[in-house]
């Protein structure tokens, strides 16, 4: 163990014992030099290797970034253990309430988790998809605020497809699904919802987790709506459970919805409903009228939806109201894309988080068979649209490295579509191109193999920025492709040189960008000029100094690096 008052790294002085567990211990520490705690876990070696975590465990936590994860800022190899610095929670474990509270406050309950299934569907869309394996009171952490935080990922997996089963069965008994510890098959995200279920039914009845039954049994006066969710949650079969946890969450949600009072109530209106639908039959108009009705509360309701995200004080009602939206009507485009452009790009950049959640409604299953985007190719028209938006978001705002990789796929899509206009399926279809020149431009400046040429490169780019992009799409496209020209020119003005493209043509086409951004854009509305000044502002001073990197590079000849950024 580590001696209370005792430096670490020169910097973590180790203030007292704030948890143990069976190979860790975790202490409070203060850095000094910044004034600020955190939590240090001692994991103790075994020949040389901790089982349950190693580096690439480590390694994996380090890369994981959510609001309701603590984060690892630091991992020191001390004598015969490893220290893991984290982020320090304060507030109690949730086992640490069920012990002084027993059963806790249903609202409370579901509030908690509704958050640990947006937490574990994080996990979930990490690439490869992260299993947690070991959901249950004492890791979960209650913050002051009334948050809650997910700890220990002692037992966290990467999920492998090509696996039949896990290589180490891990996770708690009681809480730990079938597959877990009976070796049945590879654990996977149904294996968090199951332990999530048990832990759930513990929280609300109090009852230890080797004790599952019907809620009901315990306390009649549960909603036998959220008796059935948890029901579902631990079937023995990971088939029969819910298959995401946003599928959960929603179910979460709406559990009155499952409760049989409301069924109940809701059969005798459905069965009104149909006394009048077949008296309208038998009018001769009863099919048409009972369609037209419900096409109109549907679409009502989705609208309502829209105009309550638009409304919205926080980005997290805002988001809510569009998933909404989509799980109300998962073929109509108008949420999607309006989730995509007017709510991740609001900063004009997509995160890999907002890309996650994005996935994340596109691949749940809103009536149980399908996947929302399933439905949404019922509506060609619509889903080429966003196939469009997306295949630009991906290509000119994702943050991660590899972005054109990720817009190839939709570029694609738009590019073969039979909907969009001509002038964006060119676009699309260029844009899939350049996607396969930059993996391709990066192996010829390492090996010097002609496989791309920079002339080539040079047709494309100006191809796209040719003619008035704000009339034939919009201020944002036209930015993002005048913008992506002039950056290249100021990267690999040298490369274009070398490869037969003039001094001339190159201030050809500064001078053309310069014209397109003093007319083209006054004949947009003033509240789209105003939302795009300062992006045009930069984008000229972008342009200048292009000017002055073409003219560099053309005096002092070729092989000089220096003149690339």
């Known amino acids: 163990m580590l001696r209370i008052g005792s430096v670490i790294d020169g910097k973590y002085k180790i203030l007292n014992v704030i948890g143990r567990g069976g190979m860790s211990v975790v202490y409070l520490a203060m850095n000094e030099r910044v004034n600020k705690q955190w939590a240090v876990k001692e994991v103790r070696k075994e020949g040389g290797r901790d089982l349950l975590m190693d580096q690439k465990e480590i390694e994996m936590m380090k890369k994981l970034k959510h609001p309701h994860l603590p984060s690892v800022v630091d991992v020191i190899e001390h004598r015969d253990c490893l220290l893991i610095v984290m982020d320090y929670i304060e507030g109690r474990s949730l086992q640490d309430l069920l012990a002084e509270q027993g059963a806790l406050p249903q609202e409370q309950v579901l509030s908690w988790a509704c958050q640990l299934c947006e937490v574990l569907s994080y996990l979930h869309t990490r690439e490869p998809a992260i299993i947690y394996r070991d959901m249950k009171p004492a890791n979960v952490m209650l913050k002051p605020d009334g948050n809650i935080m997910l700890i220990d990922f002692g037992a966290a997996r990467e999920y492998k497809p090509r696996n039949l089963k896990d290589t180490v069965s891990l996770g708690t008994r009681g809480y730990a699904a079938p597959e877990q510890y009976e070796r049945t098959g590879q654990s996977d995200e149904r294996t968090d919802i199951y332990c999530l279920g048990v832990m759930l039914f513990q929280l609300l009845t109090g009852e230890s987790p080797h004790a599952l039954r019907p809620i009901g049994q315990i306390n009649p006066s549960f909603s036998s709506g959220l008796e059935a969710i948890i029901q579902k949650c631990t079937q023995i079969k990971k088939e029969n459970r819910y298959q995401s946890c946003m599928e959960l969450k929603y179910a979460l949600e709406h559990y009155w919805e499952w409760d049989s009072a409301y069924r109940s109530k809701l059969k005798k209106s459905l069965l009104c409903f149909l006394a009048l639908a077949v008296l309208t039959v038998l009018l001769g108009v009863g099919a048409v009228v009972f369609r037209g009705m419900e096409i109109r509360l549907k679409r009502h309701n989705y609208e309502a939806y829209l105009l309550a995200a638009g409304h919205a004080l926080t980005r997290e009602e805002e988001i809510e109201n569009y998933k909404k939206a989509v799980s109300l009507d998962p073929v109509r485009e108008e949420a999607y894309l309006a989730l995509l452009e007017d709510t991740f790009l609001e900063d004009q950049l997509l995160t890999r988080e907002e890309s996650a959640e994005l996935r994340a409604v596109l691949i749940d299953y809103g009536d149980g068979k399908r996947t929302n985007e399933e439905r949404f190719l019922e509506n060609p028209e619509g889903y080429d649209r966003f196939a469009y938006a997306a295949g630009l978001a991906y290509y000119y705002k994702f943050q991660e490295k590899g972005n054109k990789k990720y817009a190839k796929g939709y570029l694609e899509i738009a590019a073969r579509s039979e909907t969009l206009e001509e002038g964006r399926r060119e676009r699309a279809e260029r844009l ?28 494309d780019l100006t191809a796209l920025s040719a003619g008035n992009l704000v009339e034939a799409d919009n201020e944002r496209t036209a930015l993002v492709m005048y913008g992506e020209l002039v950056s290249q020119m100021v990267s690999r003005a040298v490369r274009f040189l070398e490869d037969g493209v003039s001094k001339e043509e190159m201030q050809a086409q500064l001078g053309l960008i310069r014209t397109h951004l003093d007319t083209d854009f006054q004949e947009a509305g003033e509240e789209s000029r105003r939302k795009v000044t300062e992006e045009i502002r930069k984008l000229q001073e972008q342009i200048g100094q292009a000017e002055k990197l073409v003219n560099s590079a053309c005096r002092k000849g070729e092989g000089e690096d220096g003149i690339i950024p």
């Open 432 to 459: 899939s191109v350049i996607a396969d020149y930059y993996a391709r431009v990066g192996l010829l400046d390492e090996a010097g193999d002609a496989s791309v040429t920079y002339r080539d490169y040079w047709e």
